[in-house]
């Protein structure tokens, strides 16, 4: 061993290496700045330059590739959306639990009133109606304003209260 410390700082073979060419596979376009710069990688790991391609399309049809290109770059949810329907889908699965423990209390009374083949389709309905109406208002608000779909998501929380669960609780008086 030698005892050189700039020994431990270099290696043997150690050239400056020539960056690469941008090159993109067949079929993939560059777009954006510097995109006339990239070329695509051919036959055998050659890269060739990317002809900027000017094509003269008709307005209509432009009109249909940009509307086209808008409804697919259609922004997502914003936080305060993805919040609010977080929350209120959480506050649905309560309900959902609540109508399973409020309808199971409720089953022994029912049963005096009403048949079992009358009072389990309701109950199932009950415990399915949160969910329901959560995809219901997911569906049918797509593409309306954003305060149609929480004015609807809340009115479900007001109209899917478990009041079995909340009149006799758990335990029941």
Avoid: H
Avoid at 24 to 39: F, N
Avoid at 59 to 78: K, R, T
Avoid at 147 to 167: D, H, K, N, S
């Amino acid at each position: 061993m030698t005892s050189d410390f700039d020994d431990a700082l270099s290696w043997d073979g150690d050239e400056a290496s020539n960056p690469k060419e941008r090159a993109l596979p067949r079929g993939w376009k560059a777009v954006g700045r510097g995109s006339d710069e990239v070329g695509t990688i051919e036959e055998g790991d050659t890269t060739a330059e990317q002809a900027p391609a000017v094509e003269q399309v008709p307005a209509d049809e432009q009109a249909a590739v940009e509307e086209q290109a808008a409804v697919e770059e259609q922004a997502g949810l914003s936080t305060p959306m993805l919040l609010l329907v977080g929350i209120v889908g959480g506050i649905y699965l309560l309900y959902t639990i609540g109508w399973i423990v409020g309808g199971l209390r409720l089953q022994p009374l029912a049963s005096f009133l009403v048949s079992d083949v009358m009072f389990l389709p309701w109950f199932f309905l009950a415990i399915a109606a949160p969910a329901l109406w959560f995809l219901a208002s997911w569906v049918l608000t797509r593409g309306k304003a954003g305060w149609i779909r929480v004015a609807v998501l809340l009115a479900g929380v007001v109209l899917l209260v478990p009041w079995p669960f909340v009149t006799v609780g758990v335990i029941g008086s």
